[in-house]
């Protein structure tokens, strides 16, 4: 899996399911799948910008079920494999 357009990335980095203390935990309790936060990671066009409390960046987009949603993430590159790494999601309001 890879992003295209404004978020290259080779793979998405999830916790196991079960880790209470993981991303996919985490995102499950604010009613999110990894499946909506990869729909909007590899839109062609995400809206993306800088946390203000936490420096992170962040899209935002509509995914497949039709939520519009927040992506925090933290963005890592070693061997030239970039992989993002969802720290939370969550729905918003959308802009429109």
Do not use: Q
């Amino acid at each position: 899996m890879g992003g295209v357009g404004l978020l290259d990335f080779d793979y998405v980095e999830w916790d196991e399911p079960d880790d209470p203390h993981g991303n996919v935990s985490h995102i499950a309790a604010a009613g999110v799948t990894p499946e909506e936060v990869e729909d909007v990671l590899s839109a062609p066009d995400p809206d993306a910008d800088i946390s203000d409390s936490s420096g992170h960046p962040v899209v935002f987009g509509t995914t497949s079920t039709g939520k519009y949603i927040i992506v925090l993430y933290e963005r890592t590159e070693e061997n030239y494999v970039i992989v993002i790494r969802p720290l939370t999601a969550y729905e918003v309001e959308p802009p429109y």
